[in-house]
């Protein structure tokens, strides 16, 4: 194993741990039933069942409903995902489709 | 002077300003691979929310104002949307619900049968009757209706949910009506038969009590015979007072006497472990009803408050007050009119009741206290009553902690002539009266009753032939008394023909219980009294008195 490989592992190895009892606290923005925020709620649930089973909190919030509170965390489209726990706070945009992506971000996956 | 930030400050806020940068860029990069589809934007209104499909707006403006619960589902149960009605229903919040699953919300037995349904749901959709839980931890009874939907190249189903509550407590209250109805009319039907009984019986035995010489010992015997039947004529009235069919005289009377009178005679029988605290603050407590009806209210709430303190003892409280319903009062019960009411209030400090037990305590038959103690009639007898009255009643519990029964009656007018039980001279006359009953026991005490009153009497058991004989000769009677319940022709369709022929002729109604006939409908008729069966002599007498008065006046 080279050096550059053994870092690798190390980082995901340590990246795993690190999130692996830590709860989430997530809250997706979306703008009613509209196409992507449909998709970005299925996309996002399923990512949660699988990679954060038990251990998080999922709140979809409707900005049409509730203005004030996209306001509030700054939100300028949706589908946005705000990851609030744990810290530090992240927002992802869109409609959740690339997991890899959103893994990286919600720090359960190494970044390549 | 800036405070000098360290390296570990720095550090993060360096970290910070790439995580916003990378943000901005993943934006931008979303917003032009069409993963957004709805900006908001800060302008002089306010937030504005602008979606890129403007088409959708109509459709959710109606999905946001529909009375049914509406939402989008995904294949796997995941609530997409749904509209405010709907979390409503939930008692929760929209953000409690998009996002969860359907499964989270419905009874797992019924989540399986359901899972069923949408697997098989064509085209044309499916719909069902199935339970939804409560954020508070309860369950609404719904009904869904579900079509399937293609969500972006996914399948999901469109539901509506129905709030089955109101309409399963309607039906529950049709059931609970038609039931009350068909002992009314089964008890209607035996009343009939028994006041016919109990009218002979009376009537004759008054007459036996009057032939008696004054030292006769027969006379107390006699008496008990009136008074056994009285007691009968008085229970088939209380059969009928559940039902609120029961056709009592109703006149304005005062319920403290009515309260005391309830309290002496239930004192007796109460242990003394319980006490009994009354209080009696109404400055005015008339109100428009039959001292049988107040009686029974009064006995019924006190003996079952006597019952919930059996075991330990307590105190049992009576308090008479005086309520006013503004008009724009907040009152309880939709039904009551804003007024002056007197307010009975029997509380005790006994076992109290369990949320759902309560709830089913007006329920005929349901009762709580073993073979022999209790036929569940009690409380509904009650609220047949109060209802009648034009009443509420009211109830507030806890286990263990008592019972408050609150009753408000519409207070009446204090100037009207008060329920008197002075004794009056039963008045006499010459007159020629038809008398028609089809029950031949009845037209002979008819006739031997007026006969004595000093009338000439005419007594006949058809309809028909009384109306051949008085059509002969329409001015020899002074007066016609009629039973309701004839064949060929009924006391009421008699009336009317005899008032086709001479429309001054007074009529006087008799009725041992009939749905067919109301004082009211007598009246409009051109009828001038009617009497309930069994009838005292002197009823009689006072009621002919009065038709005959009225037509002198006239």
Known sequence: ?112 | MEKRRTSQELEAELKETKLRLEEAEETLRAIQNNEVDALIVDGPQGQQVFTLQGAEQPYRILMETMSEGTLTVAVDGTILYCNQRFAEMLKNSLNGIIGSSFQEIMPSGEWQVFKALLAECGKKGCRGEYHLGTFEGGQVPVHISASPLRLQGQEGFCIVATDLAKQLELEQQLRQSQKMEAIGTLAGGIAHDFNNILAAIIGFGEMVEEDLPPDSPSIPRIQRVLSAASRGTELVRQILAFSRKAELTRTPLSLAPLVKEAIQLLRASLPTTIEIKLSMKAARDTILASPSEVQQILMNLITNAFFAMKERGGILGINITNVDFKPDSPVFDADIEPGEYVQIVVTDTGSGMQPDVMKRIFEPFFTTKGVGEGTGMGLPVVYGIVKSLHGTITVESEPGAGSTFRVFLPMTRTDEKLESSEAQVTPKGSEHILFVDDEALLTEWGQAVLERLGYSVTALTDSTEALNLFSSDPSRFDLVIADQTMPKLTGLQLARKLLTIRNNIPIILCTGHSDSVSPEKAKAAGIKEFLIKPITRKELAESIHRALDKKTKK
């Open chain 1, 1 to 112: 194993m080279t050096k550059k490989t053994q870092d690798q592992v190390e980082v995901f190895e340590k990246t795993l741990t690190g999130s692996k009892d830590k709860k989430y606290v997530l809250r997706l923005y979306v703008a009613g039933a509209t196409p992507r925020s449909t998709e970005a709620i299925v996309n996002i649930k399923k990512i949660c069942e699988e990679y954060l089973k038990g251990r998080y909190e999922l709140e979809v919030i409707d900005i049409y409903q509730q203005p004030v509170l996209a306001k509030g965390e700054q939100i300028i489209a949706a589908p946005t995902l705000v990851k609030k726990l744990p810290l530090p706070l992240r927002r992802f945009i869109g409609s959740m489709y690339d997991v890899d992506r959103i893994l990286v971000g919600l720090d359960l996956k190494p970044k390549e």
